[in-house]
């Protein structure tokens, strides 16, 4: 027997099953096996001796073939005895004998073929029945299988149902709370409001009451002066006096008619001026009055993105010599002022939230046309104004690039980046600054990739946050990809990053080591209530051969539900849950819908990159550069270029074909409210569910409050349908 070296134990018992599991298998067949198994080659003696070791040899010799087995032959009848044939005397007997006996052997040939035929057909129907009731099997075992998948989802729709429910009476609950406190504070502020009018009143009344105290002691001190003149001058004629003391009395009728009048309209002011800010400022804050406003305070959000208004604002207060922020409000209402005729410009107050006279604009606009060449300073700042970013360059310490698009939606290689995420220079330096200067962390709407993370996305990841290879300085380039400016950061701090990542995201490159449990949370950014829970994932990125461990939280809109997304961020110490979500959500309020948004701008881009058209800003600008324009024209066409550049890039793509007369009419005219808090003021479209072009308003409304607009006072500007 031979020998068998350095076989490992589970080589030799998969030899010995397959050989007893199939002993006809020979030594070749089953070295050729444990090769296209195992990858091991063997040889056949050594298959051999562990075959002989565990007497599983078969017997030496051929092996009996099996034969088919045969149907039993029908019973033929014996010939008796031998029977002598004589060749010329009994020949014809022999042949018919020889004739009978071949009739014989067809007809038992015959009857066998019909034997092997039944016998066929009854194991033919043996095996249709046996697959009949297989099927039957399976088919009785899928309808037990969708009727509990069924009742899974019903009850899952039920406790979804149950939840929603009871959001909503939270919510209700919470609605009514807050109109009551509202109610309260309305009151509050009509009470100080009339009681500082009633305080007034009397300080003015004891004023008066004291003035006419002084009235009558030089009354009677003229009655007595009078009473001690001379004889002679009693002697005078009755007449002259009466006309004098008659004269006295009218003047002093006159003076004081003349108080009382000047002390109502003084009181009826006062008591105006404290209503105004008791409308607009209650003890807690907030607005407790919604105010009215006119639909073009979109062209108002428009441009504080473009921030024209406060560069125009600055380029005047320069040669008046005025401070700029005491003028911006001023500044504003001329440069909106022909939105709005003499009876409507009030409406125009909802944009700016402070009145002024007439008197005093006209006075202001006087001023500002006696400049000496300010209209070419403005159409400088408008024709920047509207100059569009299509992404910027982050110069890393160690000289890696990473593109970003101009509205931070993610990294990209430079040419693969859509013209539809161009953004205002203005816009995208504010982010900049606030990302790569004041050290806030960087949110980007997704992660770079599809299927494995993009190598512009990872090196972010990898070196954002390296204390030698964070960002060194940042170049903004236009759509042609031609350099804009140049952003040096002297700082150079490290780079936190915040992004979304989808479920089917990164599969084959990412490992899931932790998911928590959901809680439901209150997330102020969006006023939603959303399921988060801690994660743990690590990124992989195989043609690098390197790795990085992420945390952040899953988003569920409903405990039963999958989770929609991922908020991860590169921080080693996040921030918690809720101020993770608040981050994510204050820059992408809505994830889904902006999902969709941004697949289809992506594939867009793709199949129309030669033939895309860019902001036509050029035939603006020959208008805005005739010679001797005037300022108020100049304002006017810039209002155009607000409403062009608002259908061109927060608009569904059809209407840039589109009228301005017939956006106007569609979307301008409609009626709003203002609600001003603390730390924002939300504008409320006031609109009813079955109006025409409600989906299209609802997508103008999601691309504002992707940008993060923000007021003069820092307060933030938001959007939102309020049905009647």
Known sequence: MGVVHKLKPEVIKFIVENKQNDPSLSCRALTQLVFDKLQIKLSKSSANAI?????????IGRRQKHKKKKFNMPILPVIEGTKAITLVAGEGKVKAESASEEKRIKEAEEWAMKLQIDERAKAEERLRLQKQKSENEDIKKKAEEAELRFLMEEAAKLNAQK????????????????KAEQERLAKLAAEEAE???????????EKLAEAKAAEEVQRKAEQERLANVSEDDAREPDEENAAQEAALRAEKERWARLAEEELKARQKQEKEE?????EDFAPSGQFSQNKLCSGLIFFKALDCLMGCSKEINAAICKELGQPPDDFLNLTETLIFRSLFDNDNIPEFWGLIAKPYPREKLDNYSAQVRQIKNIQPDIVKIISAAFTEARGAKVHLADGDIINLDGQLHSTWPTENIPYDFSSSIYELKNNLNKYFTLGQP???????????PSKDFFGLLLNGSSAGKCPANVTLFGNNLEELQSMPLNDRKKLSLIFGLWPWQFTSSRKVKKIGDFELKHIEAINQDLYLAEVEIDLLRAALNQSITLKGCAVKTAQAEKIRMVILSSDPQPLDLAQLAEAYLGCWPNFEEAFHDFSRKIELFAYNNNTQKFFPKDSFEAKLMEPGVELEKIFVTYIKMLETYLRWHFFPAEYREKDNLATSDLFYGLPLKLEVGQSGVVVKVEVAKEYQFLKDLEYLICRLNERQIRLTNSRRLCFENAFK
Do not use: H, T, W
């Open 163 to 178: 939840e929603a429910e009871k959001l909503a009476e939270a919510k209700a609950a919470e609605e009514v709370q807050r």
């Open 195 to 205: 009681k500082l009018a009633e305080a007034k009143a009397a300080e003015e009344a």
């Open 442 to 452: 960087l949110v980007l709407f997704s992660a770079g990739g599809y299927d494995i």
């Open 274 to 278: 404290v209503v105004l800010k008791k």
């Open 51 to 59: 075959i002989k070791e565990n007497n599983l040899s078969m017997p």
